[in-house]
């Protein structure tokens, strides 16, 4: 009958086999192991607390504060005064990605958490409308009334805002890469609002183009400011000539126009052939 081994019997010592190359055996490499650990342990535990007190934190040490940026000697400041944003529809394809990024950096920093999580086109002040066959920008050509004819060289917008609301932000003022620099600003804090008032809108499409559009959370006006001199819509534009930034050289009544009437205009110079929209 083959033995059975108690469970209470003491199994004998065996010895461990040396560490060959003439180190320490595997035992002793554990207990040492184990007491260096403690000693990690004990030590930390005796830095913080001495006599009973928190030993002191490390002082932090703020990092200076980061130098505004200049413009270096014989480079040109990207904020320009005096520009216009002029629109080739040949050029463009209708990819929606001027509106995208317009509607993105005016929300984000205006209502940011409110629209964390989405993209709403209603914020974008640039407007890319697609017709039959053809693809129009709508956005403020910044026309001005003629003094000779119109007794005025203000805008249509502000000559009618009963409220004086559509401003003119005055060159090296403003808030940089949003208004300033000589361009167009609606205060919020002024506009009746589209529930009251809608004068604005009324004389740019009745009369020129439709460049007003409304705020989706406040419903007050909302007109492109040229973002300060630099506009996004520009540099995000993967066609180079679709929408450039050049200097005005005349009103922007000329680039003006109904986007029914010149999604008709573009369709008859592009297919020699009148269609109606």
Known sequence: ???????????????????????????????????????????????????????????????????????PEGEESPYKAGHTLVFDPYQCTGCMICAVACAEKYSNEFYGEETQHTVNLEFARIRPMRFQYVDVVNVCSYCTLEEWAEGSSEFPCAEVCPEDAIITIPEGEGKEGYYGMGYKWIDPDLCLGIDKCWRCAEICEDQFASGISFNPITMKAQVCSRCGGDPECVKVCPEPQALQWVGASRNGRYFAHQPTAYAELLYRKMYNKRREL
């Open 1 to 71: 009958m083959a033995e059975v081994e108690r469970r209470d019997s003491k199994p004998e010592p065996t010895e461990e086999p040396e560490a060959k190359g003439g180190g320490m055996s595997r035992r002793e490499f554990l207990v040492a192991g184990g007491t260096g650990l403690g000693g990690l342990i004990i030590g930390g535990v005796l830095g913080r607390e001495v006599l009973g007190k928190p030993a002191p934190e490390p002082e932090e040490v703020e990092a200076p504060p980061p130098a505004a940026e200049e413009v």
